[in-house]
Nanobody
Framework: VQLQAFGGGSVQPGGSLTLSCAAS????????MGWYRQAPGKQRDLVAV???????NYADSVKGRFTISRDNARNRVYLAMSSLKPDDTAVYYC??????????????????WGQGTLVTVSS
């Protein structure tokens, strides 16, 4: 399963951006879709995740500012970011977990990552 992320860029503090990620391949089902970020010299951390049931979980640092959503019909996940701060500067990665077709009758779990998209918040 391949993921492609879109929407990164540069924005001033207080601004907004929306990231998108599209999953493609022999997808049987998707369990969770999420966003992680990695700032220079730091580890990759969870930003937000949404399950197939619609439950969401956010990092404390982004609660109230970021909103994650998914389009099940199109296998897409979005991250709407507002009130951006310089500390939000990072490479953002989408992650999708689920099950894929190996053959017509065989399925296997997958845990795929997108290529990363850079978000820079600076005046």
């Amino acid at each position: 399963v391949q993921l492609q992320a879109f929407g990164g860029g540069s924005v001033q503090p207080g601004g907004s951006l929306t990231l998108s990620c599209a999953a493609s391949g022999n997808i049987f089902s998707i369990n969770s879709m999420g966003w992680y970020r990695q700032a220079p010299g730091k580890q990759r951390d969870l930003v937000a995740v949404v399950t197939n049931g619609g439950s969401t979980n956010y990092a404390d640092s982004v609660k109230g500012r970021f909103t994650i959503s998914r389009d099940n019909a199109r296998n897409r996940v979005y991250l709407a970011m507002s009130s951006l701060k310089p500390d939000d500067t990072a490479v953002y990665y989408c992650n999708v977990k689920g099950r894929e077709y190996i053959t017509e009758l065989r399925r296997a779990s997958f845990d795929s990552w997108g290529q990363g998209t850079l978000v820079t918040v600076s005046s």
